[in-house]
């Protein structure tokens, strides 16, 4: 039996695309709760959207969040002062 392949070698411009592809389907999916809320004349919220949408949106959103806490953040180390995000 094979075993899954746990190392990925994924280049920061691939990361980049995962990461727009995700936050386009959440945006996709958001609009279809705002157009579903609008056209039944009600506010968007919570409870008015599509259990499997909801879902679908948390489930990217938790993984756009895993991809961002495996990113390491590169700090320039020196005497100079480093201002920056």
């Not at 995962?18 to 056209?39: D, G, M, P």
């Not at 004349?41 to 993984?63: A, M, W």
């Amino acid at each position: 039996m094979t075993k899954a392949n746990t190392t990925f070698n994924l280049e920061i411009r691939d990361v980049e695309l995962i990461e727009n592809a995700l936050n386009s389907v959440i945006t996709k999916q958001s609009s279809t709760i705002i157009n579903t809320a609008v056209n039944e004349n009600t506010q968007p919220s919570s409870n008015s959207c599509p259990v499997t949408v909801k879902g679908q949106i948390d489930e990217l959103r938790d993984l756009l969040g895993r991809l961002h806490n495996q990113k390491v953040w590169y700090r320039p180390k020196g005497e100079a002062t480093y201002v920056g995000g």
